[in-house]
């Protein structure tokens, strides 16, 4: 059994662990860029939703009940992703940067474990709606546009898809890290 002044000298031979100085604003900044990164999701959903109404009414949607409904579900899909991204922002602001640290990483794994709920449940079922309701519209764009823009509208339609869900997987694995330095 290891002695009283063995225990001591080890004690005393820890290496002094400093706290950054900069610690606070590191994760007030990590913080508030999640936050805008949010904010700015919503923007580009909500100017996407915008866009997909107006085109409700400049080919009168309302008179088809099974484009009203793709439409619904596309426009439907981009709110909800809004209104969740809103939720979420909100939650982030509650969380007080100036608490006990044990609370406030507390805090933050709660925001975390719902963040990842969000990208990995929410997110998915999301985009399925929207693409459902875009799969849905197709037979309506071949019926009323030319052969060219029919084309058209497929392969931008799929490359815009794949594209969305490569920056849509990236921003969020950016934001899965970033939650994750600031949860350790």
Known sequence: MK???????????QPE????????????????????????TNIILGF????LIVFFFYISAYNNILVTSA???????????????YISVKRLKQIKVTIVSSEF???LANYYKKRVRTHYIFTP???IFYIVGFIILMPFFEDALSK?????????????????????????????????????
Do not use: C
């Not at 662990?17 to 805008?36: D, H, M, Q, R, Y």
């Not at 996407?48 to 866009?51: H, V």
């Not at 439409?71 to 991204?85: P, T, Y």
């Open 148 to 184: 060219g823009f029919y084309t058209y509208i497929q392969v931008s339609g799929i490359a815009v898809l794949l594209f969305f869900i490569f920056f849509i997987r990236k921003q969020i694995l950016k934001e899965l890290h970033a939650l994750k330095e600031l949860n350790k």
């Open 3 to 13: 002695t009283f002044e063995e225990l001591k000298s080890q004690w005393d031979n």
């Open 125 to 127: 079922i999301i985009v």
């Open 105 to 107: 990483k507390k805090s």
């Open 17 to 40: 662990l400093e706290t950054p100085k900069e610690g606070a604003k590191s994760i007030i900044k990590k913080v508030n860029s999640i936050k805008n990164k949010q904010q700015i």
């Open 48 to 51: 996407t939703a915008l866009i």
């Open 71 to 85: 439409l619904f579900l596309m426009v439907g899909s981009l709110l909800a992703r809004m209104v969740i991204e």
